[in-house]
């Protein structure tokens, strides 16, 4: 089950009227006719016509990864967390890990090859990804325009079967395999540096 509606792009006559920050959620969000459209209709209707299924499932707005293992019952498949960071140099990375995953912030940069990183403000989110803090998941590159984003995704997930993202709106989940989400993030023109992170990282100078 997928979920189909119509969207169109932002009305010309916004644009110089918005910053930064309110042009990627109106990106998101914004269509004619409509003040507000449904945020995930873009991606669903680019799923569709990659070929690739899904499965949505709604439930109570999750806002961390204690909410979802309390609130989403007995979903089948694995589970994600996704931090949006910032190098210092200004490159910006989507680290999207298994739930249970351990991502050591101080050690990070050093499995991605870069310089040392911080997590990226909301506001740089909206702006980029066009979603809130909370919707975060690799779905949401659909929305940079400018392929600004780096991937970085974990081996567990890339070699699961059954994955579980937020589909842009913190109150649905969509089920999707593995090799469609690979699917659909080359098709947007990413290839994501897979990462074991269960293993030693190599040690790295400090950039």
Avoid at 6 to 12: C, L, N, Q
Avoid at 14 to 40: C, I, V, W
Avoid at 155 to 173: E, I, M
Wanted: net charge negative; aromatic share 6%.
């Amino acid at each position: 089950m997928t979920l189909a509606a119509s969207i169109a792009e932002i009305r010309p006559g916004l644009r110089k009227f918005a910053s930064g920050f309110e042009l990627g959620y109106l990106l998101a969000h914004s269509h004619k006719g409509k003040s507000m459209s449904d945020p995930s209709t873009l991606l669903f209707d680019h799923l569709n016509k990659l070929g690739i299924e899904t499965t949505t499932h709604e439930h109570e707005p999750l806002f961390t990864v204690e909410d979802s293992q309390k609130l989403r019952g007995d979903l089948p498949g694995l589970h994600s967390k996704n931090l949006f960071v910032k190098d210092k140099k200004g490159e910006l990375w989507l680290v999207v890990a298994e739930e249970e995953t351990e991502i050591r912030m101080n050690h990070l940069h050093k499995r991605l090859g870069c310089a040392r990183l911080s997590f990226g403000k909301p506001e740089l989110l909206i702006e980029t990804l066009g979603i809130k803090p909370g919707s975060v998941t690799p779905f949401a590159l659909i929305n940079d325009q400018a392929r600004k984003v780096k991937l970085v995704l974990d081996a567990k997930l890339a070699n699961g079967d059954v994955l579980n993202f937020h589909p842009l709106r913190n109150d649905r989940t969509t089920t999707i395999s593995s090799s469609d989400l690979l699917k659909f993030v080359s098709a947007l023109g990413y290839e994501p540096l897979v990462i074991d992170f269960d293993t030693e990282p190599h040690e790295n100078t400090d950039k």
